[in-house]
């Protein structure tokens, strides 16, 4: 039985990372995407447009790995499958220490109740 992890949502607006032990939630973490949505017509060239998002998106992954820090606990991340991958990708360029912890699992949106009940259930 795992009695500490880090369990957390994820897409391209939110992060929300909870650290589990036992049944108590010791810290939580909400990271906010920079990245727009989409282009808009609204005076950028569309590969402006998309120079600019992915830049947007690799600072917001690099601010996920941050706030994970060197922590040895097992994270699991629930969300969008496109976030969740390209989150692994932004692990395996700059982050490989996560990756031998790093679980992923695509699911619709969550609560925050939902996202720590399932990070308890991955304990057990």
């Known amino acids: 039985m795992v009695n500490k992890l880090i369990v957390g949502w994820l897409d391209h607006r939110e992060a929300k990372l909870f650290w589990l032990e036992g049944d108590d939630v010791k810290r939580e973490k909400r990271i906010k995407s920079r990245a727009h949505g989409r282009h808009d017509h609204g005076g950028w060239s569309q590969s402006r447009f998309d120079r600019q ?8 992954y690099d601010d996920i790995i941050d706030a994970i820090g060197r922590s040895r606990e097992s994270l699991h991340l629930v969300g969008h499958k496109q976030a969740l991958r390209e989150f692994r990708n932004r692990c395996e360029e ?5 990756l031998g ?3 992923e699992d695509n699911k619709d949106e969550m609560t ?5 009940a399932y990070g308890r259930k991955k304990m057990r």
């Open 112 to 116: 925050d109740a939902e996202i720590v």
């Open 101 to 103: 912890r790093l679980h």
């Open 94 to 98: 700059d982050a490989e220490h996560l």
């Open 53 to 60: 998002r992915r830049g947007d998106l690799k600072r917001y």
